[in-house]
Every structure is written in C-alpha cells, then in structure tokens.
C-alpha cells in the first residue's frame, strides 16, 4: 500500500509541474523581443498613438501655407541650374536664378509653382516646376512685448489670441491689454497687416470676434501703457 501511494504521489507531483511550465510558456508567447529585451506590446502602443497624432497635425498637405523658415526644394525639370534647395527668409521671399526674388509666404505649392513657371517662360519654353517642403518650421507664433514669458511658441494645434496669451504666462502689471496688435503677412505674402484687439472686450462684452485663430508667423505684440506714441506723419 506505501508503495502505491508513493507511486501515485509521483504522479500528481509530475502532473503539477507539467502544467505550470505550460503556463509560463503561454505567458512567455505573448512578449515581442526587440534587440534582445522583453517588451510586451500593449505598454507601447498608446504612447506611439499620441505621438502620431502630434506628427499628423504637421503633414503637409496640398493645402499648406507656407510660411518663414520653411525649406523648399525646387526641382526645375532638365535644368540642374535652376534647381535648387532654399529657405523661406524672415521677409516671406525665396531667391532663384533668373528671376530673383519671389514671394512664398501665404502660398501654396502649387501656388507658387505657378508663379515660377510663368516667370521662367521668358527664357525658356514650357518649363516644368515642381516643389516639395522639405522641413515645415514655420508653424510658430511670436509674443512680444508686455508678457510674462515673451517668445516663440510652436503652434501644435488650433490657437487663439487668447490662448497665446495664456502660453505665454499672461501679462504684465503694465500691459495695455486693451491696445494688442495682431501682425500678419498677407494673403500672398506681400506685407504685413495690422489686427488690433482689446482684451475687455474679447472677455466682457460682444467682442468674441477679436479672439481671432492664429496663424504661423503671427506676431502678437502687447505694448505698455507708459509706451509714448508718435503721431503718424
């Protein structure tokens, strides 16, 4: 009888570690190995997700506007003299051969592809133009002037007047919140337009219209109350 018992309790023992190394080997083949080290693939995929988003919300699209500091490259189709890799300057132009200097900020692509191409047509026949973005850095905002935190801030989503104001720390004690100008480049790129806002009326009475959306390269300049101001000649 010893025997026996002994005997089946070899059984059962062997019967327990069979099924708890079956255990660890289903645990086991639900781990991705990546260069060498366990990585379990749900701790991963949330964090890659948001990144995405971030990344998608500065796809360049046929719709782009283009703004300062973008970098374009311009591919004159046969033609390797024309063709170059530039960087949209602070002033909205880039400069190319022939036809010098040509305005990009506020543009599109194919905007601008249009442009150049009509302007290489006096020197040569049915040019081909193509442009690509290489780099978007210009989608970014400027706060200046009686701020707390006075800067360039990149633009990731949506912004209003306001919420660059809240970025940018709010304002000073001697800030003329009443007198914030708005500077934007025009609609092709040719000067810069003057939006004028008044906080007050923004926040209590019927002025949601002035909490405008901002765009790349606005500048947002706060000026003091003690600031003397010139009369325009």
């Not at 190394?21 to 948001?50: C, D, F, K, M």
């Not at 973008?70 to 909205?92: C, F, H, M, Y």
């Not at 914030?180 to 923004?202: Q, T």
Request: with cysteine; charged share 20%.
């Amino acid at each position: 009888m010893n025997v026996k018992l002994a005997f089946c309790v070899c059984i059962l023992v062997a019967n327990l570690v069979s099924v708890a190394h079956a255990n660890q080997l289903e645990y086991a083949s639900g781990i991705t190995l990546v260069a060498g080290s366990p990585q379990a693939p749900t701790t991963a995929g949330p964090r890659h997700g948001v990144e995405g988003a971030e990344k998608s919300s500065l796809t360049v699209t046929p719709d782009y506007i283009m703004g300062p500091e973008d970098v374009l490259e311009i591919t004159v189709w046969k033609n390797a003299d024309l063709s170059k890799q530039v960087q949209v300057r602070p002033d909205g132009r880039i400069s190319l051969p022939l036809i010098g200097d040509v305005s990009a900020v506020g543009r599109t692509a194919g905007q601008l592809t249009e442009e150049i191409s009509a302007r290489l047509k006096s020197y040569m026949e049915n040019p081909t133009v193509s442009i690509l973005v290489k780099e978007v850095n210009s989608y970014q905002i400027y706060v200046l002037g009686e701020v707390n935190a006075p800067g360039k801030y990149p633009l990731k989503s949506k912004t209003t007047l306001l919420q660059a104001i809240t970025i940018a720390h709010g304002f000073t004690q001697v800030a003329a919140r009443n007198k914030i100008v708005v500077f934007r480049f025009g609609k092709d790129g040719e000067g810069l337009h003057k939006i004028k806002a008044s906080y007050d009326d923004i926040v209590l009475r019927d002025g949601s219209d002035q909490n405008i959306e901002l765009k790349p390269g606005d500048q947002i300049v706060v000026p003091s109350e003690t600031m003397v101001v010139l009369p325009s000649r």
